[in-house]
């Protein structure tokens, strides 16, 4: 899929983890392995229980949403049926199990909509399909400053919306998660899906990006 | 009207600050933790109470930690609230790694 | 539960002060918003914060807010929308 930043230098995975706790203070360090000692030594989970979960957080990545927005711009009865239950077209698609997973709404931005998602309370995302969040949807400034001044916001991720279409700024603050299903960029018409989904930018699915060639 | 430490939509703040940072393991660990202690079929809490205890920590901590050394007292806090763990069992064992200065 | 509200319903969400775990934003109390969708009925988050079952399960709407309505000034093509609980919903017709 399409990068939304760049990355420095590195002979590896660039999203593997740099080092052991970067910016942590040693009292949180060392309270993360008491806990992790001793919830291990009373059974409440093992050391493999762990790097499991670690693995399977890993493996949600956004290409996993990028492969379905390609397959709901090449199926118009898949995108119908995205938009209208977007768990189970998404299980279906994907052949990944959503069972224990939040509930998901997909949402389409057209020419006269444009949606933007976050969640001012905490962290809510669509995890299942883009894997781990970016820092600053986290952070206090997106989650102030995107349901009052969402143009604002948007200006500084360098997407610009035409006046005259309606932002539509959601706030993930219950049971649903949210992905945005962004506008087809034009002249794609003859492309595979898998050159369709490599155009589309994790930034887009979640609207505070617009892909190149799909604005008016 | 209480507003919670967390309840930040329509607050003032400044410039979004965009750069992307890897996950530490410390990250990770803390994450998978949290996952398998609230998971919905075998865990021992909900990610609403989660959610109750970061809400719950004072302001500066809020502001002035990391978004997964926020988790890290709240599942302290947790684990004790379930008895998962005790507090004087976390206390010694705390001590126990300070003396041996985080070694193995 | 039976959902009481469906799409197109006026709705104010409760002004209520609350010092416990909610998920119904500050910025969003006493505003008056249309019902856009119905989502099922989930436990009560406020109950499930202490670890309580959370009955009665609660109807989801996600109901859309025009930004005037929730900031006192206009700004023209902007909604915003939150997903509330019918607990925190009263008709507002």
């Not at chain 1, 890993?58 to 290409?63: V, Y």
């Not at chain 1, 299980?91 to 709404?105: A, G, R, S």
């Not at chain 3, 989801?60 to 206009?74: C, D, I, K, N, S």
Request: charged fraction near 25%; proline fraction near 7%; aromatic fraction near 8%.
């Amino acid at each position: 899929m399409a990068h939304d930043h760049v990355h420095p230098h590195h002979d590896r995975d660039p999203h593997a983890p740099v080092n052991e706790s970067h910016g942590v203070r040693p009292d949180s360090a060392l309270l993360e392995r008491a806990l992790r000692e001793l919830l291990i030594e009373k059974n409440i989970f093992t050391a493999a229980d762990i790097q499991h979960q670690i693995e399977l957080t890993e493996s949600r990545k956004p290409e996993l949403g990028a492969r379905v927005v390609a397959h709901a711009w090449a199926d118009p009865q898949y995108k119908a049926w995205l938009l209208k239950d977007a768990k189970a077209a998404i299980e279906n698609f994907l052949k990944i199990d959503l069972d224990l997973e939040p509930e998901l709404v997909v949402v389409e931005n057209t020419r006269e909509r444009h949606h933007v998602i976050c969640c001012t309370l905490c962290s809510c995302y669509p995890r299942a399909v883009l894997g781990i969040p970016p820092a600053w949807y986290k952070s206090p400034e997106y989650r102030s400053r995107v349901v009052i001044e969402p143009r604002a916001v948007l200006a500084e991720f360098g997407t610009t919306l035409p006046d005259d279409i309606e932002i539509r700024v959601v706030d993930s603050t219950a049971n649903m998660r949210y992905m945005v299903l962004p506008l087809r960029p034009s002249h794609t018409g003859q492309m595979s899906e898998a050159e369709l989904a490599a155009l589309v930018t994790r930034d887009s699915m979640i609207g505070v990006a617009v892909l190149a060639g799909s604005q008016r | 009207m209480t507003r919670g430490v967390h309840d930040l939509g329509g607050l003032p703040a400044g410039p979004v600050d965009l750069s992307e940072h890897d996950r530490t393991f410390f990250d990770q660990r803390v994450d998978a933790m949290m996952r398998l202690l609230a998971h919905p079929e075998h865990g021992h809490y909900t990610v609403d109470a989660m959610r109750r205890a970061i809400e719950a920590l004072p302001r500066d901590d809020y502001f002035g930690l990391t978004y997964y050394e926020r988790w890290v007292r709240a599942i302290r806090q947790l684990a004790i609230e379930k008895g998962l763990i005790g507090e004087d069992e976390l206390k010694r064992k705390l001590a126990a790694l300070a003396a041996s200065g985080g070694k193995t | 539960m039976r959902p009481r509200f469906t799409p197109g319903d006026k709705v104010r969400v409760h002004a209520q002060e609350v010092a416990t775990h909610c998920r119904t934003p500050y910025y969003l109390r006493g505003k008056r918003g249309v019902v856009a969708r119905v989502f099922g009925a989930f436990p009560n988050p406020e109950q499930l914060a202490y670890h309580k079952i959370g009955v009665p399960y609660q109807p989801l709407y996600q109901v859309t807010f025009e930004y005037a309505e929730v900031w006192g000034r206009p700004q023209r093509h902007t909604v915003i929308t939150a997903d509330i609980y019918q607990h925190w919903l009263e008709s507002d017709h």
